[in-house]
T-cell receptor, first 115, second 115 residues
Framework: AQSVTQPDIHITVSEGASLELRCNYSYGATPYLFWYVQSPGQGLQLLLKYFSGDTLVQGIKGFEAEFKRSQSSFNLRKPSVHWSDAAEYFCAGQDWDNAGNMLTFGGGTRLMVKP | NAGVMQNPRHLVRRRGQEARLRCSPVKGHSHVYWYRQLPEEGLKFMVYLQKENIIDESGMPKERFSAEFPKEGPSILRIQQVVRGDSAAYFC?????????????FGSGTQLSVL
């Protein structure tokens, strides 16, 4: 069965430090992959997506993610974290062959930013 | 152009009562998805609807849960005889198309608390 795993439940970084959030997927074929951010009491906002082509994907708010087929990973990165980045981050996948927009989400990583 | 509107934002019910959650998709969107987020977990797909049709309800419990998306009006997720385990955040998402995930918009969710 398809699955998306985020190994880190909580991560704390200092403001200005670099950030990497891990995401691994398990699908029969390469899925579409997404990163969403959820601020407290808010819905999900799409940060970036990977469908095909260039494996390094640029997103909003200075985030990027790299698709690595050999590692079945799609890690999210940011070179310098801002306090406003504190939120919960979800990696999600979609089977390219399915009808409809059903996403499989990872369990989320809660990011805390120290001043 | 309003986004996906969900109401109420917070809903408190006693065990055995009914919960009705409403979702108004983005204007012009005819595809609606419901997800449930249990505490400390990621979002889990429940049901996918188009106007007047349920396309995929594979993620929805067979008992007590139902969903509709009428020709006119919002999509409704209905939970009968709620139990404490139904306490969760319920998110609705909409899209104009069935396969282009980049057009998926999420609402801010309804937090259901069952006493």
């Amino acid at each position: 069965a398809q699955s998306v795993t985020q190994p880190d439940i909580h991560i704390t970084v200092s403001e200005g430090a670099s950030l990497e959030l891990r995401c691994n997927y398990s699908y029969g074929a390469t899925p579409y992959l997404f990163w969403y951010v959820q601020s407290p009491g808010q819905g999900l906002q799409l940060l970036l997506k990977y469908f095909s082509g260039d494996t390094l994907v640029q997103g909003i708010k200075g985030f990027e993610a790299e698709f690595k087929r050999s590692q079945s990973s799609f890690n999210l990165r940011k070179p310098s974290v801002h306090w406003s980045d504190a939120a919960e981050y979800f990696c999600a996948g979609q089977d390219w062959d399915n009808a409809g927009n059903m996403l499989t989400f990872g369990g989320g990583t809660r990011l805390m930013v120290k001043p | 152009n309003a986004g996906v509107m969900q109401n109420p934002r917070h809903l408190v019910r006693r065990r055995g009562q009914e919960a009705r959650l409403r979702c108004s998709p983005v204007k012009g969107h005819s595809h609606v998805y419901w997800y449930r987020q249990l505490p400390e977990e990621g979002l889990k797909f429940m049901v996918y609807l188009q106007k007047e049709n349920i396309i995929d309800e594979s993620g929805m419990p067979k008992e007590r849960f139902s969903a509709e998306f009428p020709k006119e009006g919002p999509s409704i997720l209905r939970i009968q005889q709620v139990v404490r385990g139904d306490s969760a955040a319920y998110f609705c998402a909409s899209s104009p198309l069935e396969t282009v995930n980049e057009k998926l918009f999420f609402g801010s969710g309804t937090q259901l608390s069952v006493l």
